[in-house]
């Protein structure tokens, strides 16, 4: 039986309200199991890659509530989220490219405050992920004539891939923000496919562009350069094929979002920061292939990678969906297929794209480090072949005969393959460490002096204990790789003792002395009045010179005696 005359799509697509409403509620049902270890402890762990890091180094999930707490905690206070004075004595740090999930963090602000960063920054990971997959389904719904299955499978598919899944359970959430910037791009591809330049496309291709853009500095950047190669591809498309007609309201849909160019005068005033990365990754086709680190087949022992994975099942469905789309002639296939191979080739630097092309454009392009980053963008058009396969394999199943049986087979192993290869389960949670102090000891804390972290060895950049200083006044060093140049080099000139053992934009190879006289003068002129130790070991000689205010197996948290002049500088 010939089954492509059966897939002849309709002229338009239909998405209906009924079945989004039904497909989100599918998706929040999907991220509850596979993040339920997170879900029953939302307000004491967060999810964590600990077991793939080097030991004791944490992940970036510590860094990253810190960041969303203090997101937060400076809309509440009325403080610029962009600049922080709790950190870096006595100039402060400026957090403009800190990588804060700003709009995020904004949005799930209710919730932070009545239930603590803990659980607002669990429920920011878990919306975020479901409303990337929710999004998907919008985009196929909306330009494609596919089954309802095969949009919904389609949207799981991407919103809960290996790459996004990893990067959330890594804590780096400025990478899950596909619920920003595909629907923006979802819109451009729209428009394009279905000659669908209207005001409410450019709406929200214009909202959700910057929408990315709060979202996450380093997603903008893969957004603008995704964005710029689909226009270039289908206006040639246009330009060949004699539909040249409509510029005008092409160039309007653009310029709609002219006006959220007001977000980079928001940031003008952000000063110089070290975006030069001396190092980056580089990835090949055969790293493709493994299989992701926390999938079962990696639990049974075949190979496996972290990110830059490409599922199986996404190729397998795909090649069917090529398949069906050649037959039917349509003229999906092209472009889309150019512009996943181009983000492939992005991804793994074929040629040197990425070494010499991306890390060529100014400013932004010098501190891409990781060019698998694309690989999500890549996805977005490569998973329209594997729907057309779903949708393939869904019509020819409803025939009759043992050929549409083992199609049906087929459909039904492929879906439960590419279940067992994206879900995550050797998902780890790791608890929110933090320091039972007595409300003494609390009210000691909040003096207007710093808290100093002193680490068991060697200040890495993702610090596994961040948590315990949250609503705390802290020098910190790990972490802040993008720096302000001039504050930096002010303070390694004022105050070398502390300021020059961390070397940036790496952890540092030594630790200060806190023992050496200098030190403990840096401290009272910095106004550090507290140390708090990983090692209490390291403190033993520092207990005459202070009191102590916590202690327990491993950590010390002492008081520093300060000068008159230092306990009476002012209070934060």
């Known amino acids: 039986m010939d089954c492509t005359a059966r897939m002849e799509p309709e002229s338009q697509p239909h998405l209906r309200a009924g079945h989004a409403l039904r497909a989100a509620c599918g998706y929040i049902v999907i991220g509850a199991l596979f993040f339920w270890p997170m879900l029953i402890r ?53 957090l403009t490219y800190g990588s804060i999930p700003f709009l995020p963090a904004l949005l799930t602000y209710p919730v932070g ?30 330009t494609f004539v596919v089954s309802e299955l095969a949009a919904f499978c389609g949207g799981a598919l991407f919103g809960y891939g290996p790459h996004l899944v990893w990067k959330a359970t890594g804590g780096q959430y400025n990478l899950i923000g596909a619920c920003w910037w595909a629907t923006c791009l979802g819109a451009v591809v729209t428009a394009y496919y279905r000659n669908a330049f209207t005001w409410q496309n450019a709406l929200l291709f214009a909202i959700f562009l910057w929408a990315t853009f709060w979202s996450s500095f380093i997603e903008f950047f893969m957004l603008g350069i995704t964005l710029l190669l689909t226009v270039a591809l289908w206006e040639a498309t246009y330009w060949c094929t004699g539909q040249r007609k409509g510029i005008e309201r092409r160039i309007a849909f653009f310029l709609l979002a002219a006006p959220g160019l007001i977000s980079f005068l928001i940031l003008r005033g952000a000063p110089h920061q070290v975006l030069e990365a001396p190092i980056w990754t580089k990835i090949s086709l055969l790293d493709l292939i493994p299989c992701a680190k926390m999938s079962v087949f990696s639990w049974l022992g075949l190979p496996r990678r972290t990110e830059a994975v490409m599922p199986h099942s996404f190729v397998y469905l795909g090649i069917i969906g090529v398949y069906a789309l050649a037959v039917r002639r349509t003229k999906l ?38 060019f698998s980053r694309f690989l999500p963008f890549a996805f977005f058009f490569l998973l329209v072949f594997s729907c057309y396969g779903i949708d393939f394999l869904q019509r020819a199943c409803r025939s009759t005969g043992l050929r549409p049986t083992l199609k049906s087979i087929a459909l039904c192993g492929l879906l439960v393959f590419a279940t067992l290869e994206l879900y995550p389960f050797m998902l780890a949670v790791v608890p929110v460490k933090h320091l039972p102090l007595t409300e003494e000891a609390r009210k000691e804390l909040h003096t207007g002096q710093y808290c100093m972290l002193i680490p068991k060895n060697l200040f890495v950049p993702n610090h596994e204990d961040y948590q315990v200083t949250l609503d705390v006044p802290c020098v910190f060093f790990a972490y802040w790789w993008y720096m302000d140049l001039q504050a930096l080099k002010w303070r390694e000139e004022h105050y070398p003792a502390i300021y020059n053992a961390v070397p940036m934009p790496f952890p540092a190879t030594s630790l200060p002395n806190p023992l050496a006289e200098d030190f403990l003068q840096e401290c009272r002129d910095l106004r550090i009045g507290f140390l708090l130790f990983e090692d209490k070991s390291k403190a033993q000689a520092l207990r005459e010179r202070g009191s102590v205010l916590y202690e327990d197996d491993q950590r010390l948290l002492l008081k520093l005696a300060q000068s008159e002049s230092a306990l009476t500088a002012g209070t934060r």
């Open 113 to 142: 405050r009545l239930f603590g960063p803990v659980v607002g920054s669990n429920v920011m990971v878990f919306l975020m992920m479901a409303g990337g997959a929710f999004t998907y389904y919008v985009f196929l719904k909306r």
């Open 42 to 94: 939302i307000s004491t762990h967060l999810m964590s890659v600990e077991q793939f890091v080097i030991p004791g180094s944490g992940g970036d999930e510590n860094r990253f509530l810190w960041l969303y707490w203090w997101f937060q905690k400076a809309l509440s206070t009325g403080h610029s989220p962009l600049n922080c004075d709790w950190i870096w004595p006595p100039t402060g740090g400026n």
């Open 333 to 370: 296939i092209w472009p889309t297929a150019i512009m996943a191979l181009l983000l492939v080739a992005f991804s793994v630097d074929l040629f040197g794209i990425s070494t010499y092309g991306l890390r060529a454009v100014p400013v932004v392009g010098k501190g891409y480090r990781y």
